[in-house]
């Protein structure tokens, strides 16, 4: 169970949606998806029977940080093993079994980055078309083996800092083409993106941490790929954020202020933690009344910006 709760925080970390699958009693039918099976060797026969029909039906499966070999009664069932034409060939211990090896071990992956491991390594014999994923000491411990729909990756799916989690969506994406709609980097923020036909809500939630998040967002609203956004949240604070909204005839891109709109007088009010930094883009340059004081926009990439610290009151902004 450990293990599970492992690559549930990682998947967390990397703003992945994902469900929990009781493989010996699954509530959803083989073949959809793609299952995680955070193992270190043994599993029940019934749930080994399930990652077969599971690969069989067409769905996909990343193996951490190895292939089942064992049942629930320690004896052998390399049924997955012989179906993947794999063979596990050896393991490296964590650092610190020997006078001074300490630190951690480096696997290197996809030209040359690098991650370090914390845990054991196993390494794997791979057949012929499989495609490494990374290598330890130049001795391969991951592949994809797109044929069977499934990464096999010798390490375990454990977060530990920016880089495990940049090796993680590496793999992830390469086996299924998912990538995470919002990427947090620096200080971590829950997120959730809720889209509309022409706009977006991105919701945040600073859970505990201090400091600056660079928050990169996928397909953000219709017409736009990327945005990236620097976040500066006090502690526990949440915020609302309106990405792609018309106001007055002016496409906000983005704001990381939460928004909200005086009735009286059309003016907008921005919220946010006292003292914290606060941006907001428009799609083409002018000038903007911020509490009262005229100020130009000025340009930062493909978009116009004003930037402001937010005060115990919201700050009024007025379009000109």
């Given at each position: ?247 007055n005839g002016t496409k906000i891109v983005y704001s990381t202020s939460e928004l909200h709109k005086d009735k009286q007088t059309g003016d907008l009010l921005l919220h ?20 009262g004081k005229k100020t130009i926009t000025k340009a930062q990439g493909d978009y116009y910006i004003v930037n402001y610290e937010h005060l115990k009151n919201a700050i ?5």
């Open positions: 169970m450990e293990k599970v709760k492992d690559t549930m925080l990682l998947l967390s970390r990397m703003n992945y949606g994902y469900e929990l699958l009781e493989l010996t009693n699954p509530n959803k039918k083989a073949g959809n998806g793609c299952i995680i099976v955070a193992s270190t060797g043994s599993l029940e026969t019934k749930a080994i029977d399930y990652l077969l029909e599971h690969l069989n039906n067409g769905g996909k499966c990343i193996f951490a940080p190895t292939v089942p070999i064992f049942n629930e009664y320690g004896k052998r069932d390399e049924r997955l093993l012989d179906y993947l034409n794999i063979k596990l060939n050896d393991v490296v211990r964590p650092a610190g079994g020997a006078l001074m090896d300490y630190g951690c071990r480096v696997v290197n992956y996809a030209d040359n980055k690098k991650v370090g491991v914390n845990n054991w390594i196993f390494i794997h014999d791979f057949p012929e078309d499989g495609i490494q994923i990374a290598s330890y000491n130049k001795q391969t411990i991951g592949a994809f083996l797109k044929q069977k729909n499934v990464a096999v990756v010798g390490i375990e799916s454990t977060f530990t800092t920016l880089a495990s989690q940049n090796f993680w969506e590496y793999v992830i994406t390469g086996l299924t083409a998912l990538k995470p709609t919002v990427k947090c980097q620096g200080n971590y923020l829950h997120t959730t993106l809720r889209k509309g036909q022409k706009s977006s809500v991105l919701t945040v939630i600073n859970l505990g941490s201090t400091g600056v998040s660079d928050l990169i967002v996928n397909n953000p609203y219709p017409g736009v790929n990327k945005l990236e956004l620097i976040l500066d949240l006090g502690l526990h604070e949440a915020r609302c954020l309106v990405l792609g909204e018309e106001h946010g933690h006292s003292g914290t930094a606060g941006e907001i883009a428009f799609d083409h340059p002018g000038t903007v009344i911020l509490n009024r902004l007025r379009m000109s």
